[in-house]
């Protein structure tokens, strides 16, 4: 296999899995906290309206940001106050803002710019442009760690850097801090933390708001980092990808992203298979190749990765004894 087309490839896989990873972290502190988040694909479409509107009418990308994570965090509470507040149904109400975010972001676009569910397009300062790391050219010519660190490591925006921080500050937190441990043991046993005088409301509604600040942050990297405007329907199923990924990673960071990675890297593949022919098969269908990382969901989930145990409160409100 060519060295620089599989370099490419990797490249790719990198740029496409940073919203995923990003969105399946935003999960895992959600369901670690017994809720479900079946909203992660409406508050990534909500951020990345909010971040390419509000980066168009002011020029600045940390101003569209802000705005995305301002949106995000906005749905994520009103799905915290549906189901934790009010004890509702955790899947209608996830369904319920995901619906909400599809429609109104398209309207709005509609409303206020009259590009048919766009956004204007963004100039180079209302975007996150790509960082070049230290010694990245002088290093280029340096045989394999070169092009890998100039190309691979180097040259992502701050927001894919971000994701993968993301990863690392997520196994920390909940493995290594009270308010981590606090958060695993509400998702197993809400009954014993609240016995322990800690309150299982505020914990959860703390899970579902930096699970909306890191939904707000993939969606502001779809429209102002890896694209330059929002388009109706932008994240295009990748919120339900990233739950299926914490699913496989069975509710863990580092496999979380294993998993993202694994799916990018399917849809990665699936943009240089579109035209060409395969030996012995010939034209394959377009929309058979854009299906390929579904597919390979599906198949995984199907069980080729064991069985997935979920935390134990998972989905069930919870009710205090009196």
Not at 132 to 160: C, D, I, K, N, Q
Request: with cysteine.
């Amino acid at each position: 296999m060519d060295s620089v087309w599989l370099l490419s490839l990797l490249d790719s896989t990198v740029r496409l899995a940073a919203p995923l990873i990003l969105a399946a972290m935003a999960g895992y502190f959600s369901e670690r906290a017994g809720v479900v988040d079946l909203a992660l694909e409406g508050k990534m479409l909500a951020g990345a309206f909010a971040a390419a509107a509000a980066a168009a009418a002011t020029g600045s990308a940390w101003l569209g940001l802000g705005a995305a994570i301002a949106a995000s965090v906005l749905l994520a509470l009103l799905h915290g106050f549906a189901c934790i507040s009010q004890k509702g149904e955790q899947v209608v109400s996830g369904v319920a803002i995901n619906t909400i975010a599809l429609g109104l972001t398209t309207v709005l676009a509609s409303a206020w710019f009259g590009l048919g569910g766009r956004t204007p397009s963004l100039e180079a300062g209302a975007r996150f442009q790509e960082i070049t790391l230290p010694l990245a050219e002088t290093l280029r010519p340096v045989p394999l760690l070169g092009p890998v660190y100039a190309e691979l490591v180097s040259g992502h925006t701050l927001l894919a850097y971000v994701a993968f921080a993301a990863v690392a500050l997520a196994a920390w937190v909940s493995a290594q801090t009270r308010f981590g441990l606090r958060l695993r043991a509400v998702g197993e046993n809400p009954a014993a933390v609240d016995t322990a005088g800690i309150s299982v409301t505020g914990l959860r509604y703390q899970a579902v708001a930096i699970a909306g600040v890191l939904c707000g942050i993939a969606g502001a990297y779809l429209s102002t980092a890896q694209g330059a405007a929002f388009q109706e329907n932008m994240t295009a199923g990748k919120g339900f990808l990233a739950l299926a990924a914490l699913i496989l990673g069975k509710w863990r960071p580092v496999p979380a992203m294993a998993a993202c990675l694994l799916f990018a890297a399917a849809d990665a593949v699936q943009t240089r298979l579109q035209g060409v022919p395969l030996p012995g098969v010939g034209q394959v269908p377009v929309q058979l190749i854009e299906a390929l990382p579904y597919l390979l969901t599906v198949l995984l989930l199907a069980g080729f990765v064991g069985r997935a145990i979920p935390p134990k409160a998972l989905g069930t409100p919870y009710v205090k004894d009196r």
